[in-house]
């Protein structure tokens, strides 16, 4: 079975301030790994991914994420933040079966 | 905006009401799926559909009743919910219908209220 824990359930951050948000995962087998992003009111939209190949991925807005296998991580990091990712951050990994959800981390943004 | 329609956007019913949920996907993906999501909370899987059969079903109560007329439609048919069942129903859907390894398109959701 695959799970994925995020420990960063809430986090509030000043602008232009860096932003990491913790993403651990147990599976055994070929893992794909997703990050998406949820603004208020808006639907679920993926940020970045990583199946494979060089292990730092960029994805949209800024984001990016490494893949280190021996700590069976994926933090999703953004070097300044802006009031705008204000948002709702989904770790989710996926293989053979159906993508397993984390809890999801709360970010807010002050101006 | 995102590729995945569903409709309504809202929608309030009683306990004894019968409606139906719309997804709608025109990108030729083999797998949709249903999902419960409460506020805060991350997505939980309902029903999964590959190449329009149904291939999971998360123990998900009879009262939902979900359909798969044709490769780019998907239904959820609602009767005699119960207010725990208030939330946002996300569709989903992916590229592969078999591995569910690609990433997933979501829909904006339709956000239930049981009177």
């Known amino acids: 079975a695959q799970s994925v824990s995020q420990h960063n359930h809430h986090v509030i951050l000043s602008e232009a301030a860096s932003l990491e948000l913790g993403c651990n995962y147990s599976?055994?087998?070929?893992?794909?790994l997703f990050w998406y992003v949820q603004y208020p009111g808006q639907h679920l939209q993926l940020l970045l991914k990583?199946?494979?190949?060089?292990?730092l991925v960029k994805g949209i807005k800024g984001f990016e994420a490494e893949f280190i296998k021996s700590k069976f991580s994926f933090n999703l990091r953004k070097p300044s933040v802006q009031w705008s990712d204000t948002a709702e951050y989904f770790c989710a990994v996926g293989g053979s079966y159906i993508p397993t959800f984390g809890r999801g981390t709360s970010l807010i943004v002050h101006p | 905006d995102t590729e995945v329609t569903q409709t309504p956007k809202h929608l309030v019913m009683g306990m004894t009401n019968k409606k139906s949920l719309k997804c709608e996907q025109h990108?030729?993906?083999?797998?949709m799926y249903w999902y419960k999501q409460k506020a805060k909370k991350p997505p939980e899987l309902m029903f999964v559909y590959s190449y329009e059969k149904l291939s999971i079903n998360e123990s998900v109560p009879s009262r939902f009743s979900p359909e798969c007329p044709n490769s780019s439609l998907l239904n959820l048919h609602l009767h005699a919910l119960q207010p725990e069942d208030s939330a946002l129903y996300l569709c989903a859907s992916s590229q592969d219908g078999g591995a569910h390894n690609q990433p997933q398109h979501f829909g904006d959701g339709t956000r239930l209220s049981i009177l």
């Open positions: 990108m030729g993906h083999r797998a």
């Open positions: 990583y199946f494979s190949g060089d292990p």
């Open positions: 599976y055994g087998g070929t893992v794909n």
